[in-house]
């Protein structure tokens, strides 16, 4: 396993943040902070982290949400010239929570099980390359969403996917199932119950009531059609995408999702696609099950949404230069 890169004047992240190799006379240069979470589904080698501690990065082992957040907080006002997260999504979301809105770099090693941050980034998967990218990547503004003071980076949902989520980690705790079997049996539970929903969406101003069995906000605009379905094409476009189906029978969903996988989703009937900078979303229920980015919270309501441009500065790869004309 490579060591950590020590920065210096010819590191892009470093200088962006007026950070040279050397420190200058009279100040300390922080070390890089890395925050891990301890149970990544890639797992995590103690020589890895007594090779990175070697060189300059601070390497902390989360065990919790709470500290991977009070170790960010740390951090920053230790003055670390970048902040790194190591996990999946919801490890992503919680260190990034901290970092928005500070300015300081953000750096990504994706070890979780679907990296969608930082695929839609082209962030590199493997671990040696992502190491690489938080030395020698460029920062480049990224929006970020946010729903009654928290924040997502990939999206938020209401109604079939909190459920699915809840019931999943039910089943873990209690019958010790993986994550993917317990989700199958969590996702067939909730076709069976299969509830709707029913709500105000107060957007563009204009008032759209809605039963609908989910309700999805994506933090800019996801491909919904063809083989590419679920991914972003940018994260600094400025704007929330909405997406909610009418009154779909458990076929109809079928049907939709047959539309979204041979590009026709468009045709769709009863299926909305909106976006907006802000929005409200109003239902009878006083309290809501609300997912961020595979993370479940019980949020009072109405839940209000609104996208924080270029709120984030995310390490990424060095764009490819063109080839030269001839």
Request: proline share 6%.
């Amino acid at each position: 396993m490579a060591g950590w890169p020590s920065a210096s004047p010819a590191c892009r992240p470093c200088a962006a943040a007026g950070i040279s190799g050397k420190p200058h006379k009279g100040t300390i240069l922080s070390k890089i902070a890395v925050i891990i979470n301890a149970s990544a589904g890639c797992g995590y080698a103690p020589d890895w982290a007594q090779q990175l501690e070697a060189q300059d990065a601070a390497i902390t082992l989360a065990q919790s949400g709470a500290e991977m957040i009070a170790t960010a907080e740390q951090a920053l006002r230790d003055g670390a010239p970048i902040v790194v997260a190591g996990g999946g999504d919801g490890t992503i979301n919680a260190v990034a929570s901290v970092v928005t809105g500070s300015g300081t770099p953000f750096g990504v090693l994706p070890l979780g099980t679907l990296n969608h941050f930082a695929k839609d980034l082209n962030i590199p998967l493997t671990l040696d390359a992502a190491i690489a990218n938080v030395a020698q990547g460029v920062p480049h503004q990224v929006d970020v969403g946010e729903v009654n003071g928290r924040i997502f980076l990939n999206n938020s949902s209401l109604g079939l996917y909190p459920d699915i989520v809840r019931d999943r980690e039910k089943q873990q705790r209690r019958l010790g199932r993986g994550k993917w079997l317990a989700f199958s049996w969590a996702l067939v539970a909730a076709l069976r119950r299969y509830p709707f929903l029913s709500v105000q969406l107060k957007l563009n101003d204009a008032v759209h009531a809605r039963r609908t069995p989910f309700v999805f906000i994506g933090n800019n605009e996801y491909l919904m059609e063809g083989l590419n379905i679920g991914e972003r094409e940018r994260l600094d476009g400025g704007q929330l995408s909405l997406y909610v189906a009418q009154r779909p029978g458990r076929l109809g969903l079928l049907k939709l999702a047959l539309h979204a996988l041979f590009g026709k989703l468009s045709q769709a009937k009863d299926f909305d696609v909106l976006t907006a900078t802000d929005l409200e979303i109003a239902t009878k229920h006083r309290r809501l099950r609300v997912a961020t980015d595979g993370e479940v919270t019980i949020m009072n309501t109405p839940l209000h949404y609104r996208i924080r441009p270029a709120a984030l500065a995310v390490l990424v790869p060095v764009p490819a230069l063109p080839p030269p004309a001839e």
